[in-house]
């Protein structure tokens, strides 16, 4: 089997609520991490492993995703479905079932894998890459005898294991896995209140189904803020970029988009200004600034600003004295 054969399954048509309130007007996936929106990332993975064909999955705020893949991504062959109420991922996955024949990679849409993907494509075998993690209870969660998964739990209240299922899932048959699909969607059964990909997979397992756990170790979620910037830091130290910045210091790793304009300010480190924004008179580190955002006079660290959002701060003018104590930080003065 060749990697083109394969149709990979991106779903994004979650209401991203962890990530509110960017994600009230803006879908999570057009959210920038390093030097483009996390889609961008994924589908720009998915191409270099040697897939050609896609099928998103979209409902909430769908339109603006579709323009940008349009506007960004015309050698992809892309087709859509729309999931208009968010009933899980599993259900996500089931509607794709009359785009998709033959292969299939599922890749979720608020993943970026630091790893060669087409090793999913080129394996003989079904496979789902997993990661050993402190806490799996967030997680689907498997269990592997003899090489392969045994059973598996979406987020377990006592987990077995500490193996988590970490975002990409490979399965040359995909009539097995749609089929598989059918019979979790016809029962109505609903684990956490959502129809669960995991779920379904489980199902196949206690059938017999062979599916070889690959462990990753470059595995970066977008799915929080505190996520988000983590995997900013990571795209940052990996692509080194080469910022330029009018009468400014840059401390990298920096991105900054040849459309943005930044002056008088500290940038850095890790800090990723987006297309036609604005930085002035601050000093900004361990941040992203998404695109046509506005900041003059601030100190931001640890922040997110979202798409045209304007933040304005202080300037003061003093004329201390000899002797003078001045504290701007209120906790000092307490
Ligand atoms: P998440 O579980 O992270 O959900 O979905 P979410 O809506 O994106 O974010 P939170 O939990 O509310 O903060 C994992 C992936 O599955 C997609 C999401 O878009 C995301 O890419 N998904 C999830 C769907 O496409 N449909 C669904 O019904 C659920």
């Given at each position: ?36 929106p ?5 589908l ?21 995703i ?15 479905v ?22 299939v ?9 630091d ?7 080129t ?79 489980a ?71 987006g ?23 601030m100190?931001?660290?640890g ?32």
């Open positions: 089997m060749t990697k083109t054969e394969f149709t990979a399954v991106v779903p994004v048509a979650g209401t991203g609520t962890r990530l509110r309130p960017h994600t009230y007007t803006y879908p999570k996936v057009l959210l920038t991490v390093g030097d483009k996390i889609i961008g990332h994924i720009d993975d998915l191409h270099a492993a040697g897939i050609k064909k896609i099928c998103m999955v979209v409902g909430y705020l769908g339109d603006k579709k323009e940008y893949v349009a506007k960004n991504y015309r050698h992809l062959d892309v087709s859509y729309e999931q208009a109420e968010q009933k899980g991922l599993g259900h996500a996955i089931w509607l794709t079932r009359r785009n998709v024949t033959g292969p990679v599922v890749m979720l849409g608020d993943t970026i894998l790893a060669d993907l087409s090793k999913f494509m394996s003989k075998e079904d496979c789902i890459a997993v990661k050993e993690v402190k806490d799996p209870r967030r997680f689907g969660v498997v269990e592997v005898k003899g090489g392969y998964i045994s059973a598996m739990v979406e987020k377990p209240e006592n987990p077995k294991t500490n193996l988590a299922i970490v975002g990409i899932y490979s399965f040359h048959n995909s009539s097995a896995l749609y089929n598989s699909l059918e019979k979790l969607v016809d029962s109505g059964r609903t684990t956490k209140g959502e129809i669960q990909f995991t779920d379904a997979m199902a196949m397992v206690r059938d017999g189904h062979k599916i070889r756990p690959v462990p990753i170790e470059g595995w970066y979620d977008c799915g929080k803020p505190e996520t988000l910037l983590e995997t900013n830091r990571h795209i940052l130290d990996k692509k080194k970029f080469s910022p330029k910045a009018k009468n400014s210091l840059i401390i990298p790793p920096v991105y900054i988009s040849p459309t943005a304009k930044v002056e008088n300010s500290i940038v850095g480190p890790y800090a990723s200004i297309d036609g924004a604005s930085i002035d008179s601050s000093i900004i580190s361990d941040s992203i600034v998404n695109e046509n955002a506005s900041i003059r006079n100190n931001l660290s922040s997110l600003v979202g798409p045209s959002a304007t933040v304005i701060g202080r300037k003061d003018q003093l004329n201390v004295g000899e002797n003078s104590e001045i504290k701007f930080d209120k906790t000092v003065c307490e």
